[in-house]
């Protein structure tokens, strides 16, 4: 019995010996344990920068001989003629095939002088005669060209005749007697039919002798009119005849300036222009004479004579001594 006991004690003991070296070894600290350290962010951006400089691949570095060499074979690879540079070619010919003349000539374009600064005067004289009525008497204006194709409304003007309208028809007749004054003096100029050396002059015998025309021709009008006993008649047709030559001088107030400033080479087209609206407001002079003198019941060949007379005869006379002289 005491033997047993002393067995058992001794290996309880010795078992709690080996089991205590054991646990020796174990560390007393068993539990997970983390280290909180703070991180910058100067850290966090070198790393991955760290990373990538790792990764790269060291790039060989070459000596200044070994840079120099290589270059020098590329220069033999060259093809030349057994020189490392290329070398100029000698044998270059110029060939001559146009002859440059040395003289610089400029185009040059050639333009009548039909305008002057008196001339620029005149016609700024016009246009403002023009302004001055232009506001005033618009409404006469308008009958003014009506008149023109519509007899009955030349009629009314003729009856209805008052101080203003007569005011603003003063200053229509010099715009008209000034503008054909300058329109034919441009013609006259574009063909040459006078070479005048000075030119303010020659405008002063054109001016005067269209106002004598004028002038000269009403005054035959009425003279013929109290002879025949017309009149009323002939004053109704001088009448229509000023409205007529009125509505013309306006018509001509721009084409003259376009004549004198126009860029065109050549004013041929606007002097013909001209021409032709001369010739078609005189129409319209015949048709209405035809008609007022048919009124007093003339007989035709007293008709033909009174217009052959006045009219005809008289632009002859002055195509006779202007131009063929």
Not at 17 to 40: C, G
Not at 275 to 281: D, N, P, Q, T
Request: proline share 4%; glycine share 2%.
């Amino acid at each position: 019995m005491p033997d047993e006991s002393m067995d058992a004690r001794f290996t309880y003991q010795q078992d709690s010996t080996q089991a205590k070296s054991l646990l020796d070894q174990v560390p007393q600290k068993n539990s997970l344990t983390i280290e909180l350290k703070p991180v910058s962010i100067m850290d966090l951006n070198e790393q991955p920068r760290q990373s990538v400089e790792s990764t790269k691949t060291e790039t060989p570095k070459y000596t200044v001989e070994q840079i120099r060499n290589w270059r020098l074979q590329q220069d033999h690879k060259l093809p030349t003629d057994s020189s490392k540079f290329i070398s100029s070619r000698s044998d270059m010919q110029l060939l001559k095939t146009e002859t440059i003349d040395n003289k610089l000539i400029l185009p040059e374009r050639s333009k009548p002088d039909t305008g002057t600064d008196w001339l620029t005067v005149l016609l700024f004289v016009g246009i403002l005669l023009f302004a001055t009525i232009r506001y005033s008497y618009i409404k006469y204006i308008k009958h003014l060209f009506t008149s023109l194709v519509n007899y009955p409304t030349a009629v009314r003007m003729w009856q209805e005749s008052n101080y203003p309208a007569s005011h603003a028809a003063y200053r229509l007749d010099v715009i008209f007697y000034l503008t054909l004054s300058i329109f034919v003096y441009q013609t006259l100029t574009y063909f040459e039919v006078s070479r005048a050396s000075n030119k303010l002059s020659y405008f002063a015998i054109v001016i005067s002798g269209v106002l004598i025309y004028f002038f000269g021709k009403k005054l035959l009008y009425k003279s013929l009119g109290l002879l025949f006993e017309t009149k009323t008649e002939t004053l109704e047709f001088i009448f229509n005849t000023d409205n007529t030559f009125r509505a013309l001088g306006l018509v001509l107030l721009p084409l003259i300036a376009l004549v004198s400033f126009s860029p065109a080479q050549s004013p041929l087209f606007l002097i013909v222009t001209g021409i032709i609206i001369v010739l078609a407001f005189y129409a319209i002079i015949l048709q209405r004479g035809v008609l007022i003198l048919l009124k007093k019941q003339f007989s035709i060949f007293y008709l033909f004579l009174y217009l052959c007379t006045l009219e005809f005869l008289p632009l002859l006379l002055i195509y006779k001594v202007v131009v063929v002289e």
